[in-house]
Structure formats: structure tokens, C-alpha cells
């Protein structure tokens, strides 16, 4: 029972970072700014540190990888 409810709460904070990230993303199309380009990089060293965290999780591994090449990308 404790596995599976950790194995939830890492699918849930995946979930809401991913959705957090894709709002920032989306609003930087719109509407570049320098804020907000230099806040999305400094995510990039919070996922980093996520993914040392839920380095035996290859699926959530892979979802964090997604969300930190999205952001390198734009």
C-alpha cells in the first residue's frame, strides 16, 4: 500500500509540474519576456534535482526529461 500511494504522488506532482510548465511555455509565446525566460530556466535546475530524486522511476524519469527538453527547446 505504501508503494502504490508513493508511486501516486509522484504521478501527481509530475502531473501538476507539467501543467504549471505548459501554462509558462504557452504564456511565453504569447507574450515573451525576460522574466519569464530566466524564471523557466531556473526550473530547469529544480527538475534536475527532481530527477536525481525519482532516479529509480524510469516513467516518471522520462516525463521530467520531457519537461526539461520543452524548456530547453523554446
Known amino acids: 500500500l505504501r508503494r502504490w500511494l508513493n508511486r501516486d504522488n509522484r504521478v501527481t506532482t509530475v502531473r501538476y509540474i507539467r501543467n504549471i510548465i505548459n501554462q509558462a511555455l504557452a504564456t ?33 524519469l522520462a516525463s521530467l526529461t520531457i519537461l526539461r527538453d520543452k524548456i530547453i527547446l523554446k
Open 28 to 60: 511565453y509565446e504569447k507574450e515573451p519576456s525576460e522574466s519569464l525566460k530566466i524564471g523557466l530556466e531556473g526550473v530547469i535546475k529544480g527538475i534536475d534535482s527532481l530527477c536525481v530524486t525519482y532516479g529509480d522511476d524510469a516513467t516518471t
